[in-house]
């Protein structure tokens, strides 16, 4: 019987395609299910072997805590750069968005707490 080992949505591509190159270099026997044509169901590499599941965890496991460690270690260096981006250079980039997201949460704080306001005002 088959076993989910790592679901692929919001996975970047390479670390996909790397998953499934460490998973075939050891021997594991998996197969791949797609987000299908409205994009619902569930994309995920699977282990068909439950036997093999065990290991391909351990696997799994070390790959992600070495591009962990990989990825702090290229941000660090950026930031030691300095061409790390910031979060004034985020805003920057997208004025409007933010803009719009810092109205959008003030007008829901707005919205949960005026009934409280006003119920305080009238009694």
Same mark, same amino acid.
């Given at each position: 019987m088959s076993a989910l080992l790592f679901k692929l949505r919001n996975v970047p591509d390479d670390e996909a395609e790397d998953i499934r190159e460490l998973m075939k270099q050891h021997g594991i026997d998996i197969y791949e299910t797609s987000a299908g044509n409205w994009g619902i169901s569930m994309p995920a590499i699977w282990v068909q072997n439950d036997a093999q599941l +065990? &290991?391909?965890? *351990?696997?799994?496991? %070390?790959? *992600? *805590? @070495?591009?962990? @460690?990989?990825?702090?270690?290229?941000?660090? &260096? &950026?930031?030691?750069?300095? $061409?790390? +981006?910031?979060?004034? %250079?985020? $805003? @920057?980039?997208? +004025?409007?968005a933010i803009a719009g997201i810092i109205l959008f949460c003030l007008f $829901? /704080?707005?919205?949960? @707490?005026? +009934?409280? /306001?006003?119920?305080?005002?009238t009694s």
């Open positions: +065990p &290991e391909a965890k *351990q696997l799994l496991n %070390q790959y *992600q *805590q @070495t591009r962990a @460690t990989d990825a702090r270690k290229a941000y660090n &260096e &950026e930031r030691r750069l300095g $061409v790390a +981006p910031n979060f004034i %250079q985020k $805003v @920057t980039e997208r +004025p409007l $829901v /704080i707005y919205a949960m @707490t005026s +009934p409280f /306001i006003k119920l305080a005002l």
